[in-house]
């Protein structure tokens, strides 16, 4: 395998990423219910990956809006940035960084807001108060057909957003600054702001979700004016060096079943979405990623579905970097590329047919925490290692997370089956490591399935950190009720 996997790279800012590989953003599912900061499950989790040198190691999405959460255990950026309120985020940064200064891993701080795709009951709200979105079309309406069932899980679980006003929109920028700056000086090297998958930033971008006519239209002149404004003000207060990247949808922009034209024309779409990203010259890198709770590609592990979504990722990731550098922009973003890259023979095409410049791993580095160190020690024991070897890394339990006869087809369940699983893995790592450290995680759990992984992902109960607030609430409930009775 060529060496330049492991050829340090520089980011725009300055700073550098000393190999290619990147654990991607993976949603973790551990914080308390209803949201909160990081805890000992997610220092157990990343002091994993913190031990087999990732050139950049990115958290779950880091919800900038408490009442805009996704599956309800999601780390929130705090209403104030106290010193109190710091601490777990500077303890999770310490732990991602390993303790190495020569070749640690960058901390990268996911934010995000979840928009109409933040679910009723656990999303955060109150019952019956609508989430924030560019205009009120409620999830699944642009993908009418799909039977009975579908619809009526959709209507259950998506309510019809309120569209944003002016204020709403300054107030969520405001609120990306602030996450901002709460990963500045809690010590991590960047944020990455999440405009992929359906999530707020993204329908901003996609003509499924905005019908605005202002100033933030999808009009090519408006579709990123959300994204810039962020970004330019996330700049103005935090240092040169600091890393500012973005997720963006590619699978968004293609139309499945639909004809060539729309296909051309989406891709195209998202040609200038880049291309304007880049010419902003504050950007250090752009991820390429793709799907949505509507089409939810980024969930799924159908094996037609990766060969299909890692063609049109080499193509489309190849279109981008060619493009990117025949415009004389003053500073250009570096293209990390996920999806697709399981096998040596993936990651070693993608670098030398200059698909990206980084590789982002996702659910392979949950099935490999350790990727990075058998890699090099391939290179090590290699003169010529066999760069056509298409053996994954990890077996991925496909035929495990295949829904039972019963269980309605809906693409959102299955994906959500998928998505359990692996959180199921995630906990598993976690709690090796918080039990001893110094010792491998448990070999992955094949005969786990699919509905058995979803039950135990929201039957779980988290004694270290739920049970004190529960029985500081019992508690306070005594001494409320024997006051009373007292009186």
Request: proline share 6%.
């Amino acid at each position: 395998m060529d060496c330049n996997v492991f050829t340090p790279i520089e980011l725009p800012c300055g700073r550098t990423v000393e190999n290619r590989l990147v654990k991607a953003a993976m949603y973790e599912h551990m914080s308390n219910f209803s949201g909160g900061p990081p805890n000992v499950f997610h220092y157990g989790l990343y002091s994993e990956w913190a031990k087999h040198g990732w050139g950049m190691i990115i958290t779950g999405n880091v919800q900038v809006s408490p009442h805009h959460l996704t599956l309800g255990r999601d780390i929130v950026v705090p209403a104030t940035l106290d010193q109190e309120d710091l601490k777990p985020f500077e303890k999770l940064a310490q732990v991602i960084h390993g303790g190495i200064d020569d070749t640690r891993s960058l901390a990268i701080m996911q934010l995000s807001h979840a928009g109409r795709q933040s679910p009723n009951f656990i999303g955060g709200r109150l019952p019956f108060v609508a989430p924030l979105a560019p205009s009120p079309i409620r999830v699944g309406e642009c993908h009418p057909g799909r039977g009975m069932i579908a619809d009526f899980i959709f209507h259950s679980l998506f309510q019809v957003p309120k569209g944003m006003t002016t204020g709403d929109i300054l107030y969520v920028q405001s609120s990306f600054v602030r996450g901002a700056l709460l990963a500045h000086k809690s010590g991590f090297d960047g944020v990455q702001l999440h405009a992929a998958h359906g999530y707020l930033l993204a329908q901003f971008m996609n003509p499924k979700s905005n019908i605005r006519n202002d100033e933030y239209s999808v009009a090519l002149e408006n579709a990123s004016r959300m994204l810039f404004e962020i970004v330019e003000a996330i700049r103005k207060v935090v240092p040169t060096a600091f890393v500012v990247g973005i997720k963006i949808n590619s699978a968004d922009y293609v139309t499945s079943g639909g004809s060539e034209e729309i296909d051309q024309h989406g891709e195209q779409r998202i040609l200038d979405h880049i291309r304007s990203i880049g010419s902003w010259g504050i950007i250090d890198f752009i991820e390429i990623s793709g799907g949505d709770y509507e089409m939810p590609d980024f969930l799924t592990s159908g094996r037609s579905e990766k060969l299909d979504r890692q063609a049109f990722f080499a193509r489309f990731s190849q279109t981008v970097m060619k493009d990117l550098r025949s415009v004389p922009f003053s500073s250009t973003p570096l293209i990390l590329l996920t999806g697709g890259l399981r096998s040596l023979s993936h990651i070693q095409t993608a670098l030398t047919s200059r698909h990206a410049d980084l590789l982002g791993i996702g659910r392979g580095a949950v099935l490999c925490p350790d990727l990075p160190r058998i890699l090099r020690l391939v290179t090590q024991n290699s003169a010529t290692p066999n760069t056509r070897d298409q053996k994954p890394f990890a077996h991925e339990p496909e035929a495990l997370l295949r829904a039972s006869k019963w269980i309605p087809s809906v693409k959102l369940i299955g994906a959500g089956v998928g998505t359990a699983w692996y959180t199921i893995r995630m906990r598993d790592i976690s709690i090796s490591q918080i039990k001893n450290p110094s010792v491998e995680p448990p070999p992955v759990d094949y005969n786990r399935g699919g509905l058995t992984a979803v039950f135990k992902m929201w039957a779980w109960f988290d004694f270290c950190t739920a049970l004190p607030r529960v029985l500081g609430i019992l508690l306070a409930l005594s001494v409320a009720i024997g006051f009373l009775c007292y009186h």
